[in-house]
């Protein structure tokens, strides 16, 4: 069982940096590949980007590529996303996601919200 605490959500202005960041519990992250997703209000969840377990393999939606940086300490057993450049279209609850296999999802954390005005 693996439990995921998301943090540093806020509101900011477009243009500005966020960093937010999910703790998990466990020891065994390093097996996860790690994942973020966002879900915008009246709007069906969606990927934004997604880390291997060692870290060395990478992913990007093509909305937030070279903006977003995934990255992730598992001595911390954390993984985070550097949001560069926010756009308003970025409102959304992020949530946090942990799979056994790249591209699958066997937990979620229960979000924290980013909020972009313009």
């Known amino acids: 069982q693996v439990q995921l605490v998301e943090s540093g959500g806020a509101l900011v202005q477009a243009g500005d940096s966020l960093k937010v960041s999910c703790a998990a519990s466990?020891?065994?992250?390093?097996?996860?590949?790690m994942a973020w997703y966002r879900q915008a209000p009246e709007k069906e969840r969606e990927f934004v980007a997604i880390?291997?377990?060692?870290?060395?393999?990478?992913n990007y939606s093509d909305s937030v590529k070279g903006r977003f940086t995934i990255s992730r300490d598992n001595a911390k057993n954390t993984v985070y996303l550097q949001m560069n450049s926010l756009k308003p279209e970025d409102t959304a609850v992020y949530y946090c996601?942990?799979?056994?296999?790249?591209?699958?999802?066997?937990?979620w954390g229960k979000g924290t919200r980013v909020t972009v005005s313009s």
């Open positions: 996601a942990a799979g056994a296999r790249l591209g699958s999802v066997d937990y």
């Open positions: 880390i291997s377990g060692s870290g060395g393999l990478k």
């Open positions: 466990g020891r065994t992250f390093t097996r996860y590949a």
